[in-house]
Structure formats: structure tokens, C-alpha cells
């Protein structure tokens, strides 16, 4: 398990997500060797439950992320918290800073989707589930180019479909299944094999592999034998891999059944990814291009072919960089701007026809031009009416159908990287057929012409737009007309000018060509990188080739001597703007056994320098034997021969020492831009995103807390009903006080004790219906227990009940007091009550009970007797009781009270009772302190008889 590589499963949910995460966390493998990385759009400013939420779903670890990062286990959930975006770099886990844009989601599953998709490749997931806008719909486009797999949650199972619908529209999603079966498919994806070299070894049995691009052929018309090898079998693994089929041949036989299949298989084979102003220091060097452009065409229609547009982003990037040359959008007309995107993917082209693309696209868009060219509605970008209207959308292939004519601009961006190279000339030829002259065509960043360069030069500011060379005879005349060859007689030259280039016919045509060939009458036109653009006369006797040669009409084919001259002497040529001459060099031909090269600089006006090179032959001169023999003159002649050859030699090596120089300069440069470029696509996140976004973020945000909140409010349900049954079930008083001592929850008991209906939504304060019981000392000590925080029991006597108060505080989370918890016990005295009665028939013994905390007196019914009373339920006061004894006694009777209260010993005397009638009644007392748990004294209990 060790040694196989981590797969790094990034799941993007936002509203209605939490359910679809609790369905699919609960359907994961346990021992899948996978991270699974959840980033849910959660509101910053609650504090999140989701960890603990999610935890209580699987038995794998949920863990939440912190602020340091962390290397991850595998089989382990990480969850990451509200008010963070989370990525993975250099196999760590971190939480980030959100992106500064207006109102973006957060947490952002595209960030955490290119994150993984950049450092695991084809080893990571995306999973889309539930959720408004369209977070995840860029992440997983960076997920399909890196070969990852990309499932999205099936949209009638989705309680938002916002997010999954958003995902599926880019075209780059591989399957669509419910949260439970993606959890059971997801065990398929991850245990199949990575070693896909059986597969590669197919092409070399071109009968197995054919089969399947003949599947493809028949199903969607679209021959992919000439796609790069590489790309092909790396589409079909994914596709194996996403079906959880190991054996190609039991793809295949799936592909025969299931006409789906193949349509997923051709929609991965399109990668059809696409944004606006995708790398745009590229547009940025096309925007002067087109406005160039623009001046020349007048008022002229300009037609652009925008070919494999996906989408339509670039389409329309386009059609806003003509838009801005021509002064603004409202000068976008049909008539003066024709542009024509085409694709063979239909699912894209619809996309692109509606010009309608989720918020987060507008990142990719120069924020001056987000007001004018699109519009925001309903969280979806939509591009303005003008732009739609001057675009046509059609499906039509670049390889296979007839290209468009005469079109000024092309743009073929990011195609031909996937096309091998016989493939990619064969395309480069017909944009070639179908560019006017001078016509634009625009490249991706890691695509070339090729073999392709006499026919396409690069233009200054950018080696991905070229211009096509105007390789015809008659379009080269045209242009010659207007130049000047620099060492050519004056007469000569007034006579190759002619007429202005457009009264120049075919007879104008050949006139030029008769003068070039009284100039050269062998030689070639080639440019400053030595590409050769049109031979003169017969030029073979002075080329070289052999199996080392290069296959393109370049200088590279002449012979050795002539083609270093030539190399040299073009730059020197074009530099300088004078003729060159070269060196005679050893070289026979049928005219001599002497050759140099001589080249003219062609100067034209706004348009590419060439060269004009011209190939004299001579009979070498008879070589003297000896300079003794040479007179005066000649010997001059021949010093100043030698010196103008070390000239000449000095010159040729100074020019290649300064390019040498500029080269490394240029190369210094180019490498400083492109660490510097690094660094800032390295910090920069994407663009501001429109205020509309934020109000969907806060949205999403809401719809979460709100899930949350009915999680709780559902476990706060279970828990009020669960308390229910426990008060309802507890046989003696129990209320619950909050800090306010209102009375929120009570027993049956409770309310038939308190004598309460029903609690009203305000609740009943405790000294109300304390007082009505008799125990009005209860609301003081409920205080006390508030301020010392400490339980308490606060004895009393009810109908000559005993009966006990228990008083415990409860706390919150935060270890603030919330309340009380009061209970009423009463002590079964029922026994004791009987044996006392008893007592007070047969001995004439009764006895008398003082409540300390409530000041009550409670009386046997034989001590009312003995007072010469009849017995009452209420005894008299403690006073007016003491007051029943012969004054001389009475403080007799407070000592003894007195002393037991304080002492807490028994107490024993002897006193006359003086009665009503005025008779002395001697009685004798004893009794006993009763204490509380804390040792207080809390009521004294004596006997009485009468003596």
C-alpha cells in the first residue's frame, strides 16, 4: 500500500451540500489510500459544526484544518473551516488567505481543484456536489487536463443544482452519479492500476487500437488516428479508469454497446477547456496586431476564423480586442466584423452560442472591459448583444472540411499541440490557403509553425502571432515594386518601382522578373533567418544534401562555403542596408570553377526585410608561382585584395560576435520575464469577480448556516423531548429556573405543587407561586446559590408535611451559569407521625416541631389540648407560643431554645403553662436541634407532657 501513489479526492459542495456529503462519506472505502479534502462555502462569521457533523457519518478520521500545514494521511477526511481556501503544495495541506476578489466563495473549490490537479496530475478527483453558482466548474477543467477523474453529483438528486449543472456544462466531466454511489464507485477508480503499458504497446498492433478510433469514426464522423499517440492512450485510461475496466479489450467491447461511452471518450479526446483572454500577454501583444489591422482594412469587413474555440471565451475575447480598436463596442457591426468559431464539439458550441458562463469566468476578463461587453444575471455572466451578434458558432472540422477564405485573422490556439506533426502541417497549410496576404494567425503558447516558417514569419512582440509570407510570384512582385535594392544602378532601380502596387498587372509581373534576373541571374530571395522565400534561375549546382540535411527550403542547403558567406553577409546586408559581397570560393560548376555570393538588401515599407542573394560564377585566374614575379601594381593589387578580404572577414565576425551578444541578452531577458511571470501567476489568484457574486456567496453562506441550524434545531428536538419524558417521568417537583428565576420547564408534579397550568411563553417567576405554598424564603435562597454557586437544600413544613428544597445551578459551554435546577422532596414521616400519635393517646405524651428557616411552628394535636385549645392545622407563632408560659418562665424557656439552637445539644425543662381560664398548668419539655448537610442548625423537634 506504501508504495503506491496517494490519490487526493477534492469534494466542492455549498447549499444542500451537507446532506450529499453526509451520503457520501458514508459510502467511503475504509482503506482506499486516498486524502478526501472537503471545501464546503460556509459563512465566516459562525462558528462551523460541519467536522463534528461529518464525523458522526463514517469511521474514517475528520479532522480540521489549523492554520499550520500539514503533510496528510491517507484514508483520512480534512474539513476546512469557514473564512479559508485550502490548497495542497509540495505535498502539504495549508490553509490560505481567501481571494480578494468581490464576494468569492469560500471556501473555493477551485482553488483546492488546480491545486491538487497541479501537484498530484492524474492522480487526484473532483467531485462536485450540491450547491448555487458555479465554484468548481474552472477547477474541474484544470482536473481534466491534468488526466484526473471528475465526477459531479446527478442534478435530480441535488437539493441546488447550480454547482453540478455548472460542472457538467464545461464538457469536462467524466461521470454523474448520486452522493451513495459515488462513495461505491469511487473504490473502483482508486484500486484500479495505474501501469497503462500494455495499452501504449496496442500501437504497435494496429489492428486492436483501430477498432476503437473506427468505433469513434462511425459515431461521431471525427478520425483521431493522426492525434498524438500519448494524448490518445492517456484519454482512454481515464476513461477505463473513471469505468473501473482494466482490460482495453473489455473497453472496446463497452464501447460497441454503449453509444454513451463513446460520446464521453469523444468529449475527452476534445479537451474542450477553454477561458476568456487565456494567457494574456499573448492578447496583450494581439491587441496592437488588430488595430493595425483595423487602420488598414478602412472600412473594409474584417473576417477572423477562430478554429477549435471550445466554449467561445477566446472567440469572444477576440471580438472585444476589434471591439476596442474600432473605438468601442457600439461600433461592432456585422458589416464590419465577421467572426467565425468553430468546433466539432456541439455540447461547446451550444455553451458558446448562448454567451452564457458561470460569475467566476469574469476572472479571466480585464476589468475595464467587464461593464461594457457583458452583463450580469441571475449569478451568470452573460456576453452583451453586439459581441453575439458579429459571432457565428458552427461545427465544423479543421482537418477534415474545406477551411474559410479569404480571412484576415486566425486563431488556432492550444489544437495543435494535440495533432502529430504530419497532422499539424496539414492544418498549417490550409490556414495558410486561407489567410489574405499578410493575414494574421494567432498560436498557443507551446505551439509553433514548424517546417511550416517560410510560409509564416513571426512578428515582433510575440513569437505565438505570425503573418504569412507572400510566397506567390505575382503578390511578391507586387511588393518588391515598392522596394529599394540597395547597389543596383539608380536607373534600374526606377525602373523596377513601375506603377504603385495597384496598377501592377501580369505584365508588370513579368517585367519584374526579367529584371531580377538581370540582377541575379542565379540566386534566391530569402529572409533575415535565412528561410528562402523564391529561387531564381537554377541554383542546384550550389546545393549540398545528404542525410543530415534539413528538409526546408532554408540557406542550410548550400554548400558549405557559400552558406556561411550567405549566413553572414545577409545580416551584415539587412543591417547595414548596402550590397554585400562574398568571398570567391573553390566551388565548379559548367560556368566556372570559382563562385560568391553577392546579396542586395530589399527594404520594404511596414513589412518583413528581405534579401535578395545572387550566385556569380568565374574561371579562376591563373595563380602566379611566385610573388617576386609580380610587378609593382600587381603586387598592390594583390596586398590591397588580401586586406580587403580581412575586412571583409573582421566585419563578418564582429556582426556574429553582436548578435552573439544580443542573443544572450535577448535570452537573459526572456528568462528574467519569465521567472518574474512565474512568481506572479505563482501569487496572483483569480480577478475581481462582480458585486452580484456576493450576494450569491452571502446566499450560499446562508443556505449553510441554515442547514446547520436545522441540525441543530433537530437535535435540540430529540434533546426537549427526551427532557420531557424525564420531567414527565419524575414522580416528585422538579422546575427549571433560568437566571431571571422564571420558571422554563416543570414535572407534572411540579405544576400540581406550584399549582400551574401550563407555562405561558414568558413563564411564571418563582415568587409567585412560591408564596403560594409557603415558602417564600426559597426566592432568597435561589439568589444565594446564583452568587456563591454552590447547591443548596432549604427545609420546611407544609400541612405538617417535612418537606426539603434542593437547589443546583446548571451551566452553559462557555462555563457561565444559565440557571437552576429546583426540586421538592418530601420525607416520609408518615410511620413517625403514627408512633407520635400513638404516643399522644397512650402517655399523654405529644410533640412540637420549629421550622428555623421558614419561622413555622408545627403542633401535635394533644399540645393544642394541653393548651387548652382545639387542635388547628396551624399552630401560633413562636412568639405568641412562648408567650402560653407564666411570665417568670418564659425566659427560662428562650435560654433553652436559645442554647440548643446555638450548641446544637438536647434541651430539657420544667415550666407552668398560664391558660386562658387562669389556671397554672405545669409541663415538662424536652427535645433536640435538627442540622442541614452543612451542619446548620435548621429546626428543633421536642416532646411535651403535662406533669
Not at 478526501?36 to 461529518?54: D, E, F, G, N, R
Not at 547595414?576 to 515599407?605: C, H, M
Request: proline share 5%.
Amino acid at each position: 500500500m506504501t508504495d503506491k501513489p496517494i490519490y487526493f479526492v477534492g469534494v466542492a459542495a455549498s447549499a444542500g451540500g451537507l446532506e450529499a456529503a453526509s451520503l457520501l462519506v458514508q459510502n467511503l472505502p475504509e482503506d482506499a489510500n486516498a486524502v478526501y479534502v472537503l471545501a464546503q462555502h460556509m459563512s465566516p462569521t459562525h462558528k462551523s459544526l460541519l467536522t463534528s457533523l461529518i464525523a458522526r457519518e463514517t469511521r474514517l478520521p475528520v479532522v480540521e484544518l489549523t492554520s499550520e500545514d500539514i503533510v496528510p494521511e491517507r484514508n483520512t477526511i480534512y474539513v476546512t473551516p469557514p473564512n479559508s481556501d485550502v490548497t495542497l503544495e509540495d505535498g502539504k495541506l495549508g490553509l490560505r488567505a481567501p481571494s480578494e476578489h468581490a464576494a468569492p466563495p469560500k471556501p473555493s473549490a477551485d482553488r483546492l481543484f488546480k491545486s491538487i490537479a497541479a501537484e498530484c496530475g492524474e492522480y487526484c478527483v473532483g467531485i462536485v456536489l450540491s450547491g448555487t453558482g458555479s465554484d468548481g466548474s474552472y477547477g474541474v477543467q484544470a482536473i481534466r487536463e491534468a488526466g484526473g477523474i471528475t465526477i459531479a453529483q446527478e442534478a435530480s438528486t441535488a437539493k441546488y443544482d447550480g454547482m453540478p449543472t455548472s460542472a457538467v456544462a464545461t464538457g469536462c466531466i467524466d461521470l454523474t452519479l448520486t452522493p451513495e454511489q459515488m462513495g461505491q464507485h469511487l473504490e473502483k477508480i482508486l484500486s484500479s492500476s495505474r501501469d497503462f503499458d500494455s495499452l501504449r504497446a496496442l500501437n504497435e498492433q494496429p489492428g486492436r487500437m483501430t477498432d476503437l478510433m473506427h468505433i469513434l469514426l462511425a459515431r461521431t464522423r471525427v478520425d483521431f488516428r493522426d492525434y498524438k499517440e500519448n494524448t490518445v492512450n492517456r484519454r482512454i485510461a481515464r476513461r477505463m479508469v473513471a469505468l473501473g475496466i482494466d482490460e482495453y479489450e473489455d473497453y472496446v467491447a463497452f464501447c460497441r454497446v454503449s453509444t454513451e461511452e463513446v460520446d464521453a471518450l469523444f468529449r475527452d479526446l476534445l479537451i474542450s477547456v477553454t477561458r476568456f483572454f487565456r494567457d494574456p500577454d499573448q492578447f496583450r501583444a494581439l491587441k496592437p496586431q488588430l488595430k493595425e489591422l483595423v487602420e488598414r482594412k478602412g472600412n473594409d469587413p474584417i473576417r477572423v476564423w477562430v478554429a477549435g474555440c471550445a466554449t467561445g471565451e477566446e472567440a469572444y475575447s477576440i471580438a472585444i480586442l476589434l471591439g476596442e480598436a474600432m473605438g468601442g463596442i457600439e461600433y461592432l457591426d456585422k458589416s464590419r466584423v465577421q467572426i467565425f468559431a468553430t468546433d466539432i464539439d456541439a455540447r461547446a458550441l451550444d455553451v458558446a452560442r448562448a454567451g452564457l458562463y458561470p460569475i467566476s469566468a469574469a476572472q479571466g476578463v480585464p476589468e475595464e472591459y467587464l461593464d461594457s461587453y457583458f452583463d450580469t444575471t441571475s449569478g451568470k455572466l452573460r456576453v452583451a448583444r453586439p459581441l453575439r451578434d458579429v459571432t457565428l458558432f458552427s461545427h465544423h472540422n479543421i482537418f477534415q472540411d474545406p477551411p474559410f477564405m479569404n480571412v484576415d485573422v486566425v486563431s488556432l490556439r492550444n489544437v495543435l499541440i494535440y495533432f502529430n506533426p504530419m497532422l499539424q502541417e496539414r492544418v498549417l497549410t490550409r490556414l495558410h490557403y486561407a489567410l489574405n496576404p499578410s493575414g494574421l494567425m494567432f498560436l498557443g503558447t507551446s505551439e509553433t509553425v514548424g517546417n511550416m516558417q517560410a510560409q509564416f514569419r513571426p512578428t515582433q512582440g510575440s513569437d505565438k502571432i505570425f503573418v504569412k509570407r507572400n510566397t506567390v510570384r505575382e503578390n511578391l512582385a507586387n511588393r518588391l515594386m515598392q522596394t529599394e535594392i540597395r547597389g543596383m544602378p539608380t536607373s534600374a532601380q526606377t525602373q523596377m518601382r513601375g506603377p504603385r502596387p495597384e496598377a501592377v498587372d501580369s505584365k508588370g509581373a513579368v517585367m519584374f522578373d526579367a529584371l531580377l534576373r538581370g540582377v541575379a541571374q542565379n540566386g534566391f530571395i530569402a529572409t533575415r533567418n535565412q528561410s528562402i522565400l523564391r529561387v531564381i534561375g537554377d541554383i542546384s549546382p550550389f546545393l549540398r544534401l545528404s542525410d543530415q540535411s534539413r528538409l526546408t527550403l532554408s540557406t542550410d542547403l548550400l554548400a558549405a562555403p557559400l552558406r556561411d558567406d550567405a549566413m553572414s553577409l545577409i545580416s551584415l546586408s539587412l543591417k547595414n542596408k548596402v550590397r554585400r559581397k562574398g568571398q570567391w570560393r573553390p566551388i565548379k560548376t559548367d560556368e566556372g570553377d570559382e563562385a560568391r555570393v553577392v546579396v542586395y538588401p530589399l527594404a520594404f515599407s511596414g513589412g518583413e526585410d528581405q534579401a535578395l542573394i545572387s550566385i556569380e560564377t568565374r574561371v579562376a585566374a591563373k595563380p602566379t608561382e611566385s610573388l617576386d614575379e609580380l610587378t609593382e601594381a600587381e603586387r598592390l593589387d594583390y596586398l590591397r585584395h588580401i586586406e580587403s578580404e580581412m575586412m571583409s572577414t573582421r566585419e563578418a565576425l564582429q556582426q556574429t560576435i553582436e548578435e552573439l551578444q544580443t542573443s544572450n541578452e535577448e535570452l537573459q531577458s526572456v528568462n528574467e520575464e519569465l521567472q518574474s511571470t512565474n512568481e506572479e501567476l505563482q501569487a496572483t489568484n483569480e480577478e475581481l469577480e462582480t458585486s452580484n457574486e456576493e450576494l450569491q456567496s452571502t446566499n450560499e453562506e446562508l443556505i449553510t448556516v441554515n442547514e446547520e441550524m436545522k441540525v441543530s434545531s433537530t437535535e435540540l428536538q430529540k434533546i426537549s423531548a427526551e427532557l420531557v419524558a424525564i420531567l414527565d417521568s419524575i414522580p416528585y417537583p422538579v422546575v427549571v429556573l433560568d437566571e431571571a428565576l422564571i420558571i422554563r420547564r416543570a414535572s407534572k408534579p411540579a405544576k400540581a405543587f406550584f399549582g400551574l397550568d401550563d407555562l405561558n411563553h414568558s413563564g411564571v417567576h418563582l415568587a409567585q407561586c412560591a408564596t403560594n405554598v409557603g415558602i417564600s424564603p426559597v426566592v432568597e435562597k435561589a439568589n444565594e446559590v446564583f452568587r456563591t454557586r454552590m447547591p443548596a437544600i432549604l427545609p420546611f413544613d407544609i400541612d405538617a408535611r417535612n418537606q426539603r428544597v434542593f437547589l443546583a445551578p446548571f451551566y452553559d459551554g462557555h462555563g457561565e451559569i444559565s440557571g437552576l435546577v429546583m426540586s421538592v422532596q418530601e420525607t416520609d414521616m408518615t410511620s413517625v407521625r403514627k408512633m407520635t400519635n400513638l404516643m399522644d393517646r397512650l402517655g399523654g405524651i405529644s410533640h412540637w416541631r420549629y421550622n428555623l428557616v421558614t419561622d413555622e411552628l408545627t403542633w401535635s394535636d394533644e399540645v393544642f389540648r394541653i393548651h387548652g385549645l382545639e387542635p388547628a392545622k396551624k399552630a401560633p407563632t413562636p412568639e405568641v407560643a412562648i408567650n402560653y408560659y407564666h411570665k417568670d418562665d418564659r425566659a427560662l424557656v428562650r435560654a433553652a431554645l436559645d442554647r440548643c439552637i446555638d450548641t446544637q445539644s438536647e434541651f430539657a425543662f420544667d415550666a407552668r403553662l398560664s391558660l386562658a381560664d387562669g389556671t397554672e398548668v405545669p409541663v415538662r419539655s424536652v427535645g433536640a436541634a435538627v442540622t442541614d448537610d452543612t451542619g446548620r442548625t435548621i429546626a428543633l423537634v421536642g416532646a411535651f407532657k403535662r406533669v
